[in-house]
């Protein structure tokens, strides 16, 4: 299995970055996927989930009509794009084969910054 991120970088607040993921060595179609974020000395956080069949996606309160999960089945991509962004939004964000309550994997990384 593998799960790279990319798509990470720095923003202002108000700006917007697209997070994406490509991922291999396991049937794409058949995971609920998700995001999730933690930085240095800052709790865990679930941010966005979406089904195997991308028909139904929970969002965190925090980012909650800011943030959108999508997925592409046929690049085996999830995605996250991120607007409104806030300083409280800088993290590093994972890409994560599977959902809260059933986790098999987590992708190295890609760190988010919102500053001015």
């Known amino acids: 299995v593998q799960l790279a991120e990319s798509g990470g970088g720095l923003a202002q607040p108000g700006g917007s970055l697209r997070l994406s993921c490509a991922a291999s060595?396991?049937?794409?179609?058949?995971?609920?996927m998700s995001w999730a974020r933690q930085a240095p000395g800052k709790g865990f956080e679930w941010v966005a989930a979406?089904?195997?069949?991308?028909?139904?996606?929970f969002y965190s309160d925090s980012v909650k009509g800011r943030f959108t999960i999508s997925r592409d089945e046929a690049k085996s991509t999830l995605y996250l794009q991120m607007n409104d962004l806030e300083p409280e939004d800088t993290d590093v964000y994972y890409c994560?084969?599977?959902?809260?309550?059933?986790?098999?994997?987590w992708g190295p990384g890609t760190q988010v910054t919102v500053s001015t």
């Open positions: 060595g396991f049937i794409f179609g058949d995971y609920d």
């Open positions: 979406i089904q195997d069949s991308g028909s139904e996606m």
């Open positions: 994560v084969k599977g959902a809260p309550g059933g986790v098999e994997y």
